[in-house]
Every structure is written in structure tokens, then in C-alpha cells.
């Protein structure tokens, strides 16, 4: 079994720790939260510098809310460049920009470091559980070699093509997903000043061809007013612009892409940023008169 680092025990990070844990890999954190210290406690060997977590390991993974955070992480003092050594592997399963992980990539193969840039889709429902979709960027030998360990994590693993390439695949997730949400915010704010049964209205969509694991989800936490973060707004609208920085890289016009992004704003200027993104409704109902 091969040695794992893990960096960002978040939200999602520490139960996919957790899962690696007890599958048997032996697992390096870095002792710098109560998240590290319950998993020093279930087995986990605690380090004092992210560089040290990486000399400890076969293979470092990372999950981190920016890019900016996985830059400092890697590239910063005692961190892991720092101390990963040659025939190492480096996962990076934070959402960031694929120019990032790409640069990442190519310094870390200065080293001999391998890298695969493997964001994931599913929130915290899908790392506890281990159903997280995982979107794989980098060669074919390190997704190999990476994917017993994906497996502990995910269930539909997909190596998309070289560095970078899971990157963009995951924020063009995030557009669909955020604009399918605007889609079910709008449609439930509609039908709720019209007197529609919203419970009713959700159960036969769900049976047609609007029916999506949002309407589903996402319906049903708007329906009961259950805005507690599974994922938050802030770390979508990130992403958001993440897309948008990559549209303008490519002269891509993304219309609908960016009006979720303003609503985002509007909610994050509203005191909102750290509630679920199913909480676009809640702009739409301020918007609305319906609150």
C-alpha cells in the first residue's frame, strides 16, 4: 500500500482521508486543525510543514478552495515541492484554473514528480459516501497508477486527456450545474407567486424531461428552505470564474455563465456567500417578493 499525503481536510478533504485511511494506506496529515488531529487519532501520522508530509509519502494529494492555495501549498516555504522526491505522484483534487494546473505539471516534472490534476463532482454526499465522479487530467501511466486510489473515492473515474484537462471538464460541470439551478430557482419562484404546489409541481417533473439529480436535490432544499452548505456559493461563484477567465482566454462567450455569476454576487453582497448554491432561490424570492 502505498504511502498517501493528504492536504485540505475540509468539508471534502477529511472523509476522503478517512476513506484512504481505512482502506489501509498509511496516511500523512498535516497536524494543523481538529480535522488533522481526529485523524492522527484514527491512525494517521501528523507532520509539522506540508513538506514534511511529502517526504513521508509515495504520493501527495491535495484538496484546496483556490488556485492561489495550491500554489502556496506546493510552491510556498516547507511546502511540498519542498520535500516530494523523485518517482512521486502529485493529485491535485481541488477546482482550479487548468492554466494552474497545468504549470504545476510541468514544474513538478522538473523534480521527476508526476502529476494528475483530478477534480471531482458530488459534494460532501459523494466523498462520504465515496460516489464522487472523478474528471482526471495527465499521462496515461500516472492515471494508472492513481486510480486504486480513486477507486477508494469515487465510482465513475474518467481520464480525460493530459494536465489541464480534468480541470476544464470540472468547470464546465460547474456551469451546467449552476445554471441548472438558476433554472429550478427561477421555475419554483414562478410557480410559488402563481399558488403552486411546489412538492406536487416537483414530483411530475421528476418524471419528465426536466427531471435531473438538481430538481431532485436541489428542489427539494429550496422546497424546504434547507439552504445548510453542501457546497457554498463562494466556492461556486470561484469556480464560476474560473470558467469565465478560461472563455476569455478563448474568446468564448458564455451569456448564461456569466448572469449566474452576477447572481452569486448579489447573494455573496447579501451576507449569503457561505450558504448551499441551492440558495440562488433565495435571491430570486428577495427578487421576486416572495421571501
Same mark, same amino acid.
Given at each position: 500500500?502505498?504511502?498517501?499525503?493528504?492536504? $485540505?481536510?475540509?468539508?471534502?478533504?477529511?472523509? #476522503?482521508?478517512?476513506?484512504?485511511?481505512?482502506?489501509?494506506?498509511?496516511?500523512?496529515?498535516?497536524?494543523?486543525?481538529?480535522?488533522?488531529?481526529?485523524?492522527?487519532?484514527?491512525?494517521?501520522?501528523?507532520?509539522?510543514?506540508?513538506?514534511?508530509?511529502?517526504?513521508?509519502?509515495?504520493?501527495?494529494?491535495?484538496?484546496?478552495?483556490?488556485?492561489?492555495?495550491?500554489?502556496?501549498?506546493?510552491?510556498?516555504?516547507?511546502?511540498?515541492?519542498?520535500?516530494?522526491?523523485?518517482?512521486?505522484?502529485?493529485?491535485? #483534487?481541488?477546482?482550479?484554473?487548468?492554466?494552474?494546473?497545468?504549470?504545476?505539471?510541468?514544474?513538478?516534472?522538473?523534480?521527476? %514528480?508526476?502529476?494528475?490534476?483530478?477534480?471531482?463532482?458530488?459534494?460532501?454526499?459523494?466523498? /462520504?459516501?465515496?460516489?464522487?465522479?472523478?474528471?482526471?487530467?495527465?499521462? /496515461?501511466?500516472?492515471?494508472?497508477?492513481?486510480?486504486?486510489?480513486?477507486?477508494?473515492? =469515487?465510482?465513475?473515474? %474518467?481520464?480525460?486527456?493530459?494536465? =489541464?484537462?480534468?480541470?476544464?471538464?470540472?468547470?464546465?460541470?460547474? #456551469?451546467?450545474?449552476?445554471?441548472?439551478?438558476?433554472?429550478?430557482?427561477?421555475?419554483?419562484?414562478?410557480?410559488?407567486?402563481? $399558488? %403552486?404546489?411546489? /412538492?406536487?409541481?416537483?414530483?411530475?417533473?421528476?418524471?419528465?424531461?426536466?427531471?435531473?439529480?438538481?430538481?431532485?436535490?436541489?428542489?427539494?432544499?429550496?422546497?424546504?428552505?434547507?439552504?445548510?452548505? =453542501?457546497?457554498?456559493?463562494?466556492?461556486?461563484?470561484?469556480?464560476?470564474?474560473?470558467?469565465?477567465?478560461?472563455?476569455?482566454?478563448?474568446?468564448?462567450?458564455?451569456?448564461?455563465?456569466?448572469?449566474?455569476?452576477?447572481?452569486?454576487?448579489?447573494?455573496?453582497?447579501?451576507?449569503?456567500? /457561505?450558504?448551499?448554491?441551492?440558495?440562488?432561490?433565495?435571491? #430570486?424570492?428577495?427578487?421576486?417578493?416572495?421571501?
Amino acid at each position: 500500500m502505498e504511502k498517501i499525503g493528504f492536504i $485540505g481536510l475540509g468539508i471534502m478533504g477529511k472523509p #476522503m482521508a478517512m476513506h484512504l485511511l481505512n482502506a489501509g494506506h498509511p496516511l500523512h496529515v498535516y497536524e494543523g486543525n481538529r480535522a488533522a488531529r481526529e485523524l492522527i487519532n484514527a491512525g494517521a501520522a501528523g507532520h509539522a510543514s506540508y513538506a514534511a508530509v511529502a517526504k513521508a509519502s509515495d504520493i501527495v494529494i491535495t484538496m484546496l478552495p483556490d488556485s492561489p492555495d495550491v500554489e502556496a501549498v506546493v510552491f510556498g516555504k516547507d511546502g511540498v515541492a519542498e520535500g516530494i522526491g523523485k518517482g512521486s505522484l502529485f493529485i491535485d #483534487m481541488s477546482s482550479i484554473a487548468p492554466a494552474t494546473a497545468s504549470r504545476i505539471c510541468e514544474l513538478l516534472s522538473e523534480k521527476g %514528480v508526476a502529476s494528475i490534476d483530478a477534480p471531482v463532482s458530488g459534494g460532501q454526499v459523494g466523498a /462520504e459516501a465515496a460516489t464522487l465522479s472523478i474528471m482526471a487530467g495527465g499521462t /496515461e501511466e500516472a492515471f494508472r497508477r492513481a486510480l486504486p486510489i480513486f477507486e477508494r473515492l =469515487g465510482k465513475n473515474i %474518467v481520464r480525460i486527456g493530459e494536465a =489541464g484537462a480534468g480541470q476544464m471538464t470540472k468547470i464546465c460541470n460547474q #456551469m451546467i450545474v449552476g445554471m441548472t439551478i438558476q433554472a429550478v430557482a427561477e421555475a419554483f419562484t414562478l410557480a410559488s407567486k402563481a $399558488g %403552486v404546489d411546489l /412538492e406536487k409541481m416537483r414530483e411530475v417533473l421528476l418524471g419528465g424531461f426536466a427531471q435531473s439529480r438538481i430538481l431532485d436535490l436541489h428542489g427539494k432544499r429550496i422546497i424546504d428552505g434547507n439552504y445548510k452548505p =453542501g457546497f457554498r456559493i463562494r466556492l461556486h461563484r470561484k469556480d464560476m470564474g474560473l470558467a469565465l477567465q478560461a472563455a476569455r482566454e478563448l474568446s468564448v462567450p458564455l451569456y448564461g455563465s456569466a448572469v449566474v455569476a452576477a447572481q452569486m454576487d448579489a447573494l455573496i453582497a447579501r451576507g449569503e456567500g /457561505e450558504a448551499d448554491h441551492s440558495a440562488l432561490a433565495l435571491l #430570486m424570492a428577495h427578487l421576486s417578493g416572495t421571501e
